[in-house]
């Protein structure tokens, strides 16, 4: 059965410091595809990236980049020069066959401080 | 980016009244849909797969009579609770998307309080 990890339960840190948000991922398939969404308050859930299980190239997008390993079955996000706006609650989440729903990790709360 | 939109985005009811949630798809047709719910600083949970033309699947624990389901088009799925009690009260989140592997847009959710 598939699982997403997010091992972090809530992380803080200084405006403009790094930060790299923990995703572990299990699946049985060799067909998948890897996502992380941002809940700001709000509650809203907020696409960012979508990454399919035989692309390992490494992606960045402004101050996210996203690092995938299927060695480790991990996809972790790093936001360089964070911002008080980065504060959010993140989701890692894995898809399998077709349509399925989505299994989410437990997500990450960041909160950036000022 | 494809937008799903849902309706109302808050609601504030008697306890055994019953609540209709409304999720549309607003540039494409989606023959799936799911519906979650999420508590308090807890991840989402999926309720049921939504689909059009047929009868939803219900998660296991997920009380098919209490949580009507109904996908009467591709573009608008609804989500019912029946006789709602205060345990009901969540953040319920619909999603939609293309197909396989394609993103899932996620709606705005929607705010039950159940008094």
């Known amino acids: 059965a598939q699982k997403v990890t997010q091992a972090q339960t809530e992380i803080s840190v200084v405006e403009k410091e790094d930060v790299t948000l923990d995703c572990v991922y299990e699946t049985r398939d060799t067909t998948y595809y890897l996502f992380w969404y941002k809940q700001p308050p709000s509650g809203e859930l907020v696409f960012l990236i979508r990454?399919?299980?035989?692309?390992?190239q490494n992606e960045i997008s402004g101050r996210y980049s996203w690092n995938f390993q299927k060695s480790t079955s991990s996809f972790n996000f790093t936001i360089t020069a964070s911002q008080v706006v980065d504060s959010a609650v993140y989701f890692c989440a894995l898809s399998e066959i077709r349509n399925t729903p989505l299994v989410f990790g437990k997500g990450t709360r960041l909160s950036v401080i000022a | 980016g494809a937008v799903v939109s849902q309706h109302p985005s808050w609601v504030i009811c008697k306890s055994g009244t019953s609540v209709k949630i409304e999720c549309r798809s607003l540039d494409f047709q989606a023959t799936t849909m799911f519906w979650y719910r999420q508590f308090p600083k807890q991840s989402l949970m999926l309720m049921a797969t939504?689909?059009?033309?047929?009868?939803?699947?219900?998660e296991q624990g997920v009380e098919k009579d209490k949580f009507l389901i109904n996908h009467a088009s591709l573009t608008l799925s609804t989500l019912t609770v029946t006789s709602a009690h205060p345990e009901d009260s969540s953040f319920y989140i619909c999603?939609?998307?293309?197909?396989?592997?394609?993103?899932?847009?996620f709606g705005p959710g929607t705010r039950l309080l159940v008094l």
């Open positions: 990454r399919n299980s035989f692309d390992e």
């Open positions: 939504s689909n059009e033309g047929s009868k939803a699947t219900y």
């Open positions: 999603s939609a998307g293309r197909g396989f592997g394609e993103t899932q847009y």
